[in-house]
């Protein structure tokens, strides 16, 4: 089995509909990313969890929220999705170190329309 | 500002040929330097790990090399395979950020018959 895995791994919404995207990890770690993807800008940190009592914001955080209802689990929300947030996220976990090896979801590609 | 430059933006080659991708970067103080793969429709995977004093490091046909004095890596495929088709992604982490990873755009690799 995946250590990480994203569900759903495609999602076709509508402007203004509330999307929620959920990550599960079995590797044990504290820490949690979630990043989107788009062509020709590579990834960029949405939001960060070190552990369940501490969420913080990446660099685009503006338009989404994040819940880390376990240590295990990760859900990404997008509250009302506009067109400009269809692109690929990804969940990412890591252990306590600099500079650590994070370890990836398969995705999940998201279109809004 | 901690930046990380990535070259070519796309390369082709012939199967069974090599090729460099190279990255440049910016970041300081440098912790360490990764370069991830990510397959088409998949998450990233990282390849190798460099710190300061390396210079070198190999998995398998993957080779990268660490100029920490000029700020430059560059990641080094031997007899390409159809399967090393995908975005090479070049991470770069600061000693300042345990958790903040500075990723390049990527490099897309077609290797074709």
């Known amino acids: 089995d995946a250590d990480v895995t994203q569900t759903p791994r495609n999602r076709i919404t509508k402007t203004g509909k509330r999307i929620m995207l959920e990550c599960s990890q079995t590797?044990?770690?504290?820490?949690m990313y979630w990043y989107r993807q788009d062509p020709g800008l590579g990834l960029r940190l949405i939001y960060y969890?070190?552990?369940?009592?501490?969420?913080n914001k990446g660099e685009i955080s503006d338009g989404y929220s994040v819940s880390r209802q376990a240590q295990a689990k990760f859900s990404l929300s997008l509250e009302s999705a506009i067109p400009n947030q269809t692109a690929l996220y990804f969940c990412a976990t890591s252990e306590k170190a600099v500079g650590p090896e994070q370890f990836f979801g398969p995705g999940t590609r998201l279109t809004v329309l | 500002k901690n930046q990380v430059e990535q070259s070519p933006q796309s390369l082709i080659i012939l199967e069974g040929k090599n090729c460099t991708l190279q990255?440049?970067?910016?970041?300081?103080?440098?912790?360490?330097l990764r370069w991830y793969k990510q397959d088409t429709g998949r998450g990233p995977v990282s390849l190798t790990i460099?710190?300061?004093?390396?210079n070198t490091k190999s998995n398998g046909r993957y080779t990268a090399t660490l100029d920490a004095d000029t700020k430059q890596s560059s990641l080094h495929i031997t007899a390409s395979q159809l399967s090393d088709s995908a975005s090479y992604i070049c991470?770069?982490?600061?000693?300042?950020?345990?958790?903040?990873?500075?990723f390049g755009k990527g490099t897309s690799l077609l290797v074709t018959p």
């Open positions: 969890s070190f552990d369940v009592k501490d969420i």
């Open positions: 590797k044990g770690h504290d820490r």
């Open positions: 991470v770069v982490s600061a000693f300042n950020s345990g958790y903040a990873l500075n």
């Open positions: 990255c440049n970067y910016t970041v300081s103080p440098f912790s360490n």
């Open positions: 460099m710190t300061f004093s390396e």
